[in-house]
């Protein structure tokens, strides 16, 4: 089964409001999660890297204050995507790696449409 | 930093054919090198992976090779399934795991029955 869980999977939202996605590690401890984004019929890219307890680490061109990052716990990682717009429309998709494993193990991605 | 090329983009055998994808990396620390299938909507999965001590892995129908000299690294798929076809990522790590992954831009495989 999943060990890696992501909520919600999709959300339509308008225009000025902001959007939570939560992240969570089902039966593992991840001090480290990572978020990606994909567009439609295009690659995963690395938006940033959560680490539990300290500011998250951007990626060159990825607005910090757009894309709010909180590891608050070692099972929770949580992205919000402030004054969204439609051009943040987007599949975002978080992983962690599990202790003792060199598998990265994603969450079932969240589709955010803008509108 | 890390830059991964895959082709072809688009990839089209017949049910029972080979198909071959390749990928490119640049940066030399780069140590793992995972191969991920994503259905329509659907979260990547692991199919193989492969660390740079080694030159070739094979599971069952999958095969991924490794050539640390010329930075590239091929998944092989033999005996094709209709339930083959999906997108295929390879992607580079220079954390031996898969941590900060960066991606080539996908193979659309279509089986043909």
């Known amino acids: 089964g999943a060990v890696v869980s992501q909520h919600p999977s999709r959300v339509i939202c308008k225009s000025g409001t902001s959007v939570k996605i939560e992240c969570r590690s089902l039966?593992?401890?991840?001090?480290?999660m990572f978020w990606y984004r994909q567009f439609p019929k295009k690659s995963l890219m690395l938006m940033a890297t959560?680490?539990?307890?300290?500011?998250?680490?951007?990626e060159q061109g990825v607005e910090k204050d757009k894309f709010l990052i909180n590891h608050a716990s070692l099972t929770l990682s949580t992205l919000t995507v402030t004054s969204a717009h439609p051009e943040d429309s987007s599949f975002y998709i978080c992983?962690?790696?599990?202790?003792?494993?060199?598998?990265?193990?994603f969450g079932q991605g969240t589709r955010l449409t803008v509108v | 930093g890390e830059n991964v090329e895959q082709h072809p983009s688009t990839l089209s055998v017949q049910e029972g054919d080979s198909a071959v994808i390749k990928c490119t990396y640049s940066?030399?620390?780069?140590?793992?090198f995972p191969w991920y299938k994503q259905e329509l909507g659907k979260r990547p999965q692991l199919i193989i992976d492969?660390?740079?001590?080694?030159g070739e892995k094979k599971d069952q129908r999958i095969a991924v090779t490794l050539n640390k000299t010329a930075k590239h690294f091929s998944l092989h798929i033999t005996e094709t399934q209709p339930e083959d076809s999906a997108v295929y990522f390879c992607?580079?790590?220079?954390?031996?795991?898969?941590?900060?992954?960066?991606f080539g831009g996908g193979t659309r495989l279509m089986v043909k029955p």
């Open positions: 992983s962690a790696p599990r202790p003792g494993a060199s598998e990265a193990f």
């Open positions: 039966d593992f401890q991840a001090t480290t």
């Open positions: 959560s680490n539990e307890g300290s500011k998250a680490t951007y």
């Open positions: 940066d030399s620390a780069s140590n793992y």
């Open positions: 492969i660390r740079s001590n080694v």
């Open positions: 992607a580079a790590s220079p954390n031996n795991a898969g941590n900060m992954l960066t």
